[in-house]
C-alpha cells in the first residue's frame, strides 16, 4: 500500500507532539494500553489524552477496541505503509531518556487495575458503590 502525500502529512502532523510520541513509544513496547493507562502515564486530563489518542486514530495510526467501560488502542498494524515510519520512530526513540522513564512509569502503571486507575484520575478514594451513603 503507497501512503499518499496528504496520508503521510496526516500521520506526520499527529506524531508532531511529545506527548502523542510517547503515546506512540508506549505502544510499540506494550501492544495495547487502555485509556486510562495512557491518560496515567501522560499526567494529563482525560479529555487532553483523549484528543491526543482521536488524532491519532484518525491519522490511522492507532486502532482501537471497546471492552465493557474500557477503550484500549494498539497501532495499527494492518497498514504496512506505516512499517517504515514506525521502524524510524523505533530507532531514534530507543535510548531516549523520556522513553525510558515512561517506561518505568508504565510498568508501575500496568500494576493497578483499570478500575482503581479510573478511580484515581475521578479523584474518588472508595469505589462509587460504596459512596451511597450505606453502611454494609
Known sequence: MVLFMNDLLLILKAISDKNRLRILSALLSHQELCA??????????????SRHL????????????????????????????????????????????????????LNKILLVSCEDLCRKQRGETTCSKNQTGVNG
Open 54 to 105: 482521536s488524532l491519532m486514530v484518525n491519522a490511522g495510526i492507532l486502532k482501537n477496541r471497546k471492552n465493557g467501560r474500557w477503550i484500549y488502542f494498539r497501532i495499527n498494524t494492518e497498514d504496512i505503509s506505516l512499517d517504515p515510519i514506525l521502524k524510524w520512530l523505533t530507532h531514534k526513540l530507543k535510548g531516549s531518556g523520556q522513553v525510558i522513564k515512561d517506561e518505568d512509569a
Open 36 to 49: 486510562c493507562q495512557i491518560t496515567e502515564l501522560l499526567q494529563v486530563a482525560g479529555a487532553t489524552a
